[in-house]
């Protein structure tokens, strides 16, 4: 191309000679936009095994019964395991009150308006909450099926809670979170006699379909606290050996990847 | 929403590739956001919009790739095109698959403008 008059310059390629005063170069990345987020998860996971806690993310809609769980749970194993909790709410330190009135040690991240919890958050709590001497931590997350199950926070399992009062179809409608759980609590249950559309068979279902063997189990935490199948579960994945070798690492689906 | 945090995070990226190689501006930048991934790419293009001011990729066009959701089968190994919520094998209906495509929240490609004399 004549660098003079531009004469090799047709109505077709007028618009480039015009624009590219430089040459364009193609970086090729691929690399996750969460990266991030996923190298202080790692860094998090690191602590936590290094101190031998097993962390659980516990996540839900709000009011879905987390905290209810929590206090349910603290009094069935406070004498044989130590147990602290970290808790996300946008505002209030209500929750972080209740698990302490339990006698165990909560710290309360509030988000301001962050919808879920990150692993940054995570990293900067922990450098306040000693975690020698913890057997298991919760991070109970902010109230929400749709942003906390895509920020990996370091933990080793995801729980999700689904109330019977919210629909039978959840698992369909906000299937990351549902697929992401390695397992799902239905909590409430003690209501189903008052419920005429809520069908744990279908529940089951609807989770089947995403694709994972998932268990789902049953509980009702308030009044006469029925946990049983909770409790065997915790207190199997803490027997699990966890100390040496590869950390446990939560079903995040990009962890996953065939 | 976390778009905008996810948004932050890909221009620190764009802004780190498009430093180390000498560009002056960038003018495309590639994502792939599967319907898996806990992202809505007309979210993320809204916030894209607004906070390119004033960097390097002031003026970029956001390509954003959809793939699919593609899964396999841990049953009979089928690979199969599914829908978000429904992720059983298309061929046997078995229920533990293991998802190949459709979770991506990934940065590609970045396009630069290099200057000549740097080129």
């Known amino acids: 191309m004549c660098t003079t008059c531009g004469c090799t310059v047709t109505s077709g390629n007028a618009k480039l000679a015009r624009e590219h005063a430089g040459a ?12 991030a987020n996923d190298r202080t998860a790692v860094h998090n996971r690191a602590h936590f095994d290094e101190h031998g806690v097993l962390a659980i993310n516990l996540m839900s809609s709000p009011g879905a019964g987390k905290t209810a769980l929590l206090e ?3 009094a069935a194993l406070r004498d044989r395991y130590r147990i602290a909790v970290i808790e996300g709410d946008l505002e209030t330190d ?32 922990l450098h306040e909450f000693p975690l020698s001497g913890i057997d298991l931590l919760f991070i109970e997350n902010v109230g929400n099926l749709v942003c906390p199950a895509s920020f990996d926070l370091g933990q080793h399992l995801n729980v999700t809670l689904l109330s019977v ?47 994972r063997d998932t268990p789902m189990i049953c509980t009702a935490a308030r009044r006469a606290p029925a946990i049983a199948p909770w409790l065997d579960w915790l207190e199997r994945e803490l027997a699990r050996p966890r100390a040496l070798g590869p950390s446990l690492r939560p079903r995040i689906a990009p962890a996953l990847r065939a | 929403m976390h778009e905008l945090s996810v948004c932050q995070a890909l221009l620190a990226q764009v802004r780190e590739i498009a430093s180390g190689s000498g560009a002056a501006a960038v003018a495309r930048i590639v994502i792939e956001v599967g319907p898996l991934s806990g992202i809505e790419p007309a979210l993320l293009e809204r916030a894209f919009a607004a ?69």
Do not use: W
């Open chain 1, 165 to 211: 009062t919210e629909g039978d179809d959840k698992p369909a409608k906000y299937p990351v979170i549902f697929r992401a759980s390695d397992i799902v609590v239905l909590s409430k249950v003690d209501l189903l006699d008052v419920l005429d559309d809520f069908d744990p068979a279908q529940a089951e279902a609807s989770l089947r379909a995403l694709g």
């Open chain 1, 72 to 74: 349910a749970t603290i």
């Open chain 2, 51 to 119: 906070m390119r001011a004033g960097s390097c990729a002031a003026d970029a066009v956001l390509s954003i790739e959809t793939p699919d959701v593609r899964i396999r089968c841990m049953t009979c190994d089928a690979q199969s095109q599914t829908s978000p919520n429904r992720l059983v094998c298309a061929v046997c209906g078995g229920f533990r698959t293991r998802i190949v495509a459709g979770d991506e929240l990934r940065l590609r490609r970045v396009e630069l403008n290099v200057p000549l004399a740097a080129a």
């Open chain 1, 24 to 35: 364009a170069t193609a970086v090729e990345v691929l690399q996750d936009l969460l990266a």
């Open chain 1, 94 to 125: 209500n929750d972080a009150a209740r698990i302490r009135a339990q006698g165990v040690p909560a710290l309360q991240i509030t988000t301001g308006t962050a919808c879920h919890l990150d692993a940054q958050l995570v990293h900067r709590a």
